[in-house]
């Protein structure tokens, strides 16, 4: 799809991030609904790549893109929009996710990374912020945020979100994998099925010696099943080549439970939306 600005009518804000805004908008010519993200032209490099990952991308389980173009020194990709937005905003404004529910995400989460992993891409910024649902029940990860040519730069270490960055990619800038996405799901799972962040008022230094000298972080004893807090501890094994793949996770009994069952989110979507 050709998209450019004038085609495009602001409806409102989205959010906000480190690399820009977001904001809902209506493509003129089709009536499409969008999520228009603004990206400032210094982020151009890693965007390049970024776009290159989208346009090979086709997932029930990634947020799609409908093309790019650049205005007025930034550059704006056009997402498919997610009308229940994401699930940090999700569980701000509702509360903790119910464990059943978190499982079920961190089934199409892992479909998702399976999917990139099949294609030798990874994610390297798995973040409540970046998983987003829609009306239909749809659960899609978005933001292939970090390429591995900004990996090259000074800011390697610092690249993900920090509070979500595995202990491997704190020591050696290199080894990061699809494990390393699997750490950044399993305390995204603690988060929002508890409604708090799992490193919250620690600066970038206490994290990163906290993350490599501390126990791994866990689900508070006593509120959720057995095999939830099995699940949680799969993913965020401190040596990486231990930890569960996406592949293990989804072979894991409390995923194969709720496969088995059914892993629609249609119910809880209905209930987000009043
Ligand atoms: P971050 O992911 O760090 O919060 P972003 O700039 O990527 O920053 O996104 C800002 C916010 O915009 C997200 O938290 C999310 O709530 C919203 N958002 C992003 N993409 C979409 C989309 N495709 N549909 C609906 N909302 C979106
Ligand atoms: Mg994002």
């Given at each position: 799809?050709?998209?450019?600005?004038k085609?495009?009518e602001?409806?409102?804000?989205?959010?906000?991030?480190?690399?820009?805004?977001?904001?809902?908008?209506?493509?003129?010519?089709?009536?499409?609904?969008?999520a228009?993200?603004?990206?400032?032209?210094?982020?151009?490099?890693?965007l390049?790549?970024?776009?290159?990952?989208l346009?090979?991308?086709?997932?029930?389980?990634?947020?799609?893109?409908?093309?790019?173009?650049?205005?007025?020194?930034a550059?704006?990709?056009?997402?498919?929009?997610?009308?229940?937005?994401?699930?940090?905003?999700i569980?701000?404004?509702?509360?903790?996710?119910?464990?059943?529910?978190?499982?079920?995400?961190?089934?199409?989460?892992?479909?998702?990374?399976?999917?990139?992993s099949?294609?030798?891409?990874?994610?390297?910024?798995?973040?409540?912020?970046?998983?987003l649902?829609?009306?239909?029940?749809?659960?899609?990860?978005?933001?292939?945020?970090?390429?591995?040519?900004v990996?090259?730069?000074?800011?390697?270490?610092f690249?993900?979100?920090?509070g979500?960055?595995?202990?491997?990619?704190i020591?050696s800038?290199?080894?990061?994998?699809?494990t390393?996405?699997?750490?950044a799901?399993g305390?995204?799972?603690?988060?929002?099925?508890?409604?708090?962040n799992?490193y919250?008022?620690?600066?970038?230094?206490?994290?990163?010696?906290?993350?490599?000298?501390?126990?791994?972080?866990?689900?508070?004893?006593?509120?959720?099943?057995?095999?939830f807090?099995?699940?949680?501890?799969?993913?965020?094994?401190?040596?990486?080549?231990?930890?569960?793949?996406?592949?293990?996770?989804?072979?894991?009994p409390?995923?194969?439970?709720?496969?088995?069952?059914?892993?629609?989110?249609?119910?809880?979507?209905e209930?987000?939306?009043?």
């Amino acid at each position: 799809m050709k998209l450019k600005d004038k085609d495009l009518e602001f409806l409102g804000e989205l959010g906000a991030g480190n690399g820009g805004t977001v904001s809902k908008v209506r493509h003129i010519p089709t009536g499409i609904i969008m999520a228009r993200k603004n990206i400032m032209v210094s982020a151009e490099r890693q965007l390049k790549s970024e776009l290159k990952i989208l346009h090979i991308v086709r997932s029930d389980y990634i947020v799609s893109s409908y093309g790019a173009f650049s205005h007025e020194g930034a550059i704006s990709v056009c997402l498919e929009y997610m009308d229940l937005g994401s699930l940090d905003n999700i569980y701000h404004k509702k509360g903790p996710i119910p464990e059943v529910t978190t499982v079920k995400i961190a089934v199409h989460v892992l479909r998702g990374l399976l999917y990139l992993s099949e294609k030798s891409i990874l994610h390297r910024d798995i973040k409540p912020s970046n998983i987003l649902v829609n009306s239909k029940g749809q659960v899609k990860i978005t933001d292939f945020g970090v390429s591995k040519q900004v990996l090259d730069t000074i800011a390697r270490t610092f690249t993900g979100t920090q509070g979500y960055l595995a202990p491997e990619r704190i020591t050696s800038e290199n080894s990061y994998s699809v494990t390393s996405d699997v750490w950044a799901l399993g305390l995204s799972l603690i988060e929002i099925s508890t409604g708090k962040n799992v490193y919250p008022l620690l600066s970038l230094f206490e994290m990163m010696t906290y993350v490599q000298e501390s126990e791994p972080p866990s689900l508070p004893p006593g509120k959720f099943t057995p095999m939830f807090e099995d699940l949680v501890s799969k993913c965020v094994i401190k040596d990486p080549t231990k930890r569960f793949s996406p592949e293990d996770l989804l072979r894991h009994p409390y995923c194969m439970d709720v496969i088995a069952d059914g892993i629609s989110l249609i119910e809880w979507a209905e209930s987000l939306k009043d």
